[in-house]
DNA sequence: ATAATTTAGTTAATATTATTAACCTAATTA
DNA sequence: TAATTAGGTTAATAATATTAACTAAATTAT
């Protein structure tokens, strides 16, 4: 009846990254921090996650004499991303 | 830009509880298990902290001779339902 | 020159949350 | 009367998320 939400993608700030990758090429990590509102150890932590899965890339950088980080979404992870959306719009289908 | 998704409402089974809630006027414990999947002793739970939180209410009576709980939603659990959905909806706008 | 601050993160420790496994009471069937 | 089923509850455990402390290099202030 209601199919399993993929556990990766249901919390609250991995959905807010993948929000984010889907609807743009490439992000500087200082990007996803300020959008999401997360604090730089946790996102660190929940890209980690992403990456592991294969969901997201991420390319470690220079920007002058800085390090950045930069990350974009995977085929693989746009497609667990519609899945999800699918499946969680099961769950509020009764309004 | 990313609005918090309500914490209660974002777990697969107590989401799963009120999108069958939602729907119908009032529901015996063991159909909702069956309906979730959910082993009694999660369910009973997770049941709890809704109705802790005033989201749904339980009663509990008898049926014959054995026991059975039943339980609806109230008002403001529909309204939380509602808003968790227009806010996950957010989350998934670029698709 | 050097001390303090900022950028850009990582990681270990902690706190929170969810799930299971064991348990309880009473009724029923073998 | 012994085992099984119905209908749960609760303590213990497992899994997750979050914070706080830390690292390293660059920049600015004294």
Redesign the interface.
């Known amino acids: 009846?209601?199919k399993?939400?993929n556990p990766l993608l249901?919390s609250?700030l991995r959905?807010?990254v993948m929000?984010v990758l889907?609807?743009i090429e490439e992000v500087e990590f200082t990007f996803l921090k300020e959008?999401?509102?997360a604090t730089a150890g946790n996102l660190s932590l929940q890209m980690g996650k992403l990456e592991e899965a294969g969901y997201i890339k991420i390319i470690k950088g220079f920007k002058g004499k800085y390090p950045v980080t930069k990350c974009h979404i995977t085929e693989s992870g746009k497609k667990a991303?519609?899945e999800y959306?699918t499946v969680?719009?099961s769950?509020?289908?009764?309004?």
């Open positions: 009846m209601y399993d939400l249901h609250q959905l807010a929000s889907i609807g959008k999401t509102g991303f519609c959306a969680i719009k769950y509020l289908q009764h309004l």
